[in-house]
């Protein structure tokens, strides 16, 4: 589930929330750490003293002319290799690390617990690991645009943050509680920051304008009464007079709505297959049972909540599209 990456966060989240679609994600927390193990470095410097002491040696006994040296076949030492961390999963190469993993699943769960919510470890650890993976998606889109965040712009933002909560040594304290050093803390933020950048030029993308429907609907809360309502239109009743007997209040009107706006799919599908003046057989939907009415339907501005999802549902896709031809490996 996409969901950390919300388009209303922050650099870095100091709480997380659950998913409404990473997005909001965007922005995870932690760092990967790519360690060249203590055997590769040793080996290196055993290569560099042997190299040195037989150089030396040549230098210092050189052949007496006429005197033919054998030559020894030469090859091409393989240089060491980093050795890979304990991962979760690997994203276009770089590593999403156990100890990240770990540590932004325990974060993620002590957020919902103080919500009161109860979330599986199972659930909990797959919205986790999809949001780090969409979040080094973008974070990895960010840098290949050329987005470069320079030491001097994450100290302007650790000081801001340190600034927001109290001071330095009230942020040390939120880093120690929520499992960072500062080290972490630096490349979670960096990433954060890099991911948002993206999310932004994403969203920055959608236009103001979308092709929409301006829907009322006939509500009931059992299908014998919204049959019975389809029967009475079908018949040639007036559909506005039927919407606001079942409603009086909002007399059935759901203003302009853009393609993925509705909650239910189904009802979607059955509102964007209307024609203006058209109206729908009855939907059922965890709301209740719904007829749908066209009244126009044309390219027409967003309200700002309609953008918002339109927005999201961009994000969605994009992380969708980039995963899909992205070279992922998720830990057995």
């Known amino acids: 589930m996409f969901s950390q990456l919300r388009l209303n966060q922050k650099d870095l989240h100091l709480h997380r929330t659950p998913v409404q679609v990473t997005t909001e994600r965007t922005e995870s927390t932690e760092n990967v750490f790519k360690k060249i193990s203590v055997n590769s470095v040793v080996s290196v410097v055993r290569f ?82 999809e949001d780090l993976i969409a979040q080094f998606l973008l974070a990895q889109a960010a840098r290949e645009a050329n987005f470069n965040l320079t030491e001097a712009d994450l100290k302007s933002r650790l000081d801001a943050l340190a600034e ?15 499992g960072y050093d500062d080290a972490s803390f630096r490349i979670a933020l960096k990433r954060s920051a890099e991911a948002a950048w993206m999310r932004d030029k994403i969203i920055a993308g959608v236009p103001a304008t979308a092709e929409q429907i301006h829907v009322r609907q006939i509500l009931t809360y059992n299908e014998e009464k919204a049959r019975a309502a389809l029967e009475q239109l079908n018949g040639g009743a007036d559909f506005d007079e039927l919407a606001a007997l079942y409603d009086p209040i909002t007399r059935g009107e759901l203003g302009w709505v853009p393609r993925g706006y509705l909650l ?51 994000l969605q896709k994009w992380v969708a599209d980039q995963r899909a031809k992205s070279d992922i490996v998720l830990a057995p």
């Open 48 to 129: 560099l003293t042997l190299f040195l002491v037989f150089g030396l040696s040549a230098c210092a006994s050189s052949p007496t002319p006429g005197t033919v040296t054998p030559q020894l076949p030469t090859s091409t030492p393989t240089p060491p290799t980093a050795t890979p961390p304990p991962s979760a999963a690997i994203v276009n190469g770089e590593y999403v690390t156990i100890a990240e993993f770990q540590a932004e699943l325990a974060r993620y769960q002590s957020a919902q617990t103080a919500l009161g919510i109860t979330v599986s470890d199972e659930e909990a650890s797959k919205i986790v690991l």
């Open 164 to 178: 927001s909560v109290g001071g330095t040594e009230a942020l040390s304290a939120w880093q120690s509680a929520h």
């Open 264 to 314: 239910d799919a189904k009802a979607d599908e059955a509102v964007f297959a209307l024609q203006a003046g058209m109206y729908s057989e009855v939907i059922a939907t965890d709301a209740g049972f719904h007829i749908f009415k066209a009244l126009e339907r044309a390219d027409h501005l967003l309200t700002p909540d309609a953008l918002l999802t339109v927005q999201e549902l961009a």
